[in-house]
């Protein structure tokens, strides 16, 4: 049983279209200005073994841009928890999240641009990450996520040595993962089943295009 209270997911448009017409914000709070151009938070999501770190590594050197690796943000305790055979719960990733989510908004003061890996397993971790945009209407959240098989990912985090993570958690992974719906528009989707080549490729491709058309 966990207890925590979820924070508000936020806000989506308005159903009214009466009401959309309509704004009372003053415009600097409708987005980038000249002052405070368009800054962009990109979350390299998926579960374990899929490729987040590769992927961050490569857009990172790509891009030029600061990179967060979100498995060096867990508590002691959680990775203690990962490395003993059990799954984090909700509660036991809530301030992990928030967390995240301070740490990107603190680089964009320096950077237009910070990629981070985090696992965003569930539609509400994707929506703690997505509040970082509230207060901030220059900042745009946007998730990458990388689409691999059980089997796939068993494969990987098998092949992997010396790391916490063991290939039996993987199911527990899977299960957790909730794969962005289609009205999660801010989600890049990445067939991360291939080559590492390949994956990093691919990624770049989308990114660059988000990134070309809010230039
Ligand atoms: N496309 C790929 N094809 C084959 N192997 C890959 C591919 N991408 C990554 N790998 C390898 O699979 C393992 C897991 O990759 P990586 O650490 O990037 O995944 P991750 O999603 O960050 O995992 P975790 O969340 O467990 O840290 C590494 O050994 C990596 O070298
Ligand atoms: O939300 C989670 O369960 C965790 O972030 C995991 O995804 C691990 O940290 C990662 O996979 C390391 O191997």
Redesign the pocket.
Known sequence: MEHKPLPPTPPTEPNNPSSSMTTHNPPTNGGPTPESPQKHIWVITG???CGKTSVAEHLHQTFSLPYLE??TY?TPDNVSK?AAGH??TDTD?WDWLITLRTACLSTLKTSPGVILT??A?KRKYRDVLRIASYGHPDVKVHFVFLKASEVVLMERVRGRKD???KDYMVKS?VE?LESPGSDETDVLLVDAGGEAEVVKGLAEGLVKKVMDRSA
Do not use: E
Request: proline share 11%.
């Open positions: 579960p374990a073994g979100g498995d867990h990962m799954p984090l990733r985090c696992s397993l790391h916490y993570m992974q957790s």
